[in-house]
Every structure is written in C-alpha cells, then in structure tokens.
C-alpha cells in the first residue's frame, strides 16, 4: 500500500479465521496486529494492539510523516508511517494459535 505523506486513511484489513479440520469460519471479535521496519524480522519484543473485528473486518487509521498527526475524534488503532515506510503483521487474538502472518508493505509516494 503507497500513502501519501501527508495522508490520514482508514485501512480495513480483511479478518476471516478457519478451523483446521474442518474448514468452517470461526467468527472473531478481535485479531492483533504490529508493524516493524522494512524487512525487520518480528522478536519477542514486537508490541501487538488488539484491534476489534466487525463485519469481518478490522479497521485501523494510517497517518503519513508529514500528516500533523490523527484526526480528532479518531477511535480505532492509529499506525504513524515513518519516512522510511513499515511492514504490517497480523494474527489472531486467539490462545491457541497465535502465529503472525505479514500482511503488506506500506510506502510513502
């Protein structure tokens, strides 16, 4: 995803989960997210925000570098994109699985 720098958007991500057997959608009502540097591995020091799921999806607010901060009144997770950009992980906010799943590259244009 390219965002302008000095941009504020609301980004859905897509938030269906499936049992392993038997491939039927396990209804959520959150999932966790976390954003690092361009090509920097996740570590056990990776800090993960619960972001609420509705309608299956998971809606946070990216603010550009160059954006002057959130918008008021904005109530879902907000993400500040530095100058350099920040990959985006997801997983489920689940106590049996929990492995993260890079989701997109988000860039300045």
Excluded: C
Aim: aromatic content about 6%; overall charge positive; charged content about 20%.
């Amino acid at each position: 995803m390219k965002l302008h720098p000095a941009a504020r958007k609301f980004a859905d991500i897509p938030a269906r989960f499936y049992e392993r057997t038997t491939r039927r959608e396990i209804p959520v009502t959150s999932l966790q997210i976390t954003t690092v540097p361009p090509g920097t591995p996740l570590s056990p020091a990776s800090i993960w925000t619960t972001v609420p799921v509705s309608n299956r999806r998971a809606t946070i607010y990216l603010v550009g570098p160059d954006a002057g901060g959130p918008a008021v009144g904005v109530t879902v997770p907000v993400i500040a994109v530095p100058p350099t950009g920040l990959d985006l992980y997801v997983r489920p906010n689940d106590t049996l699985e929990s492995d993260p799943v890079y989701t997109e590259r988000i860039t300045l244009s």
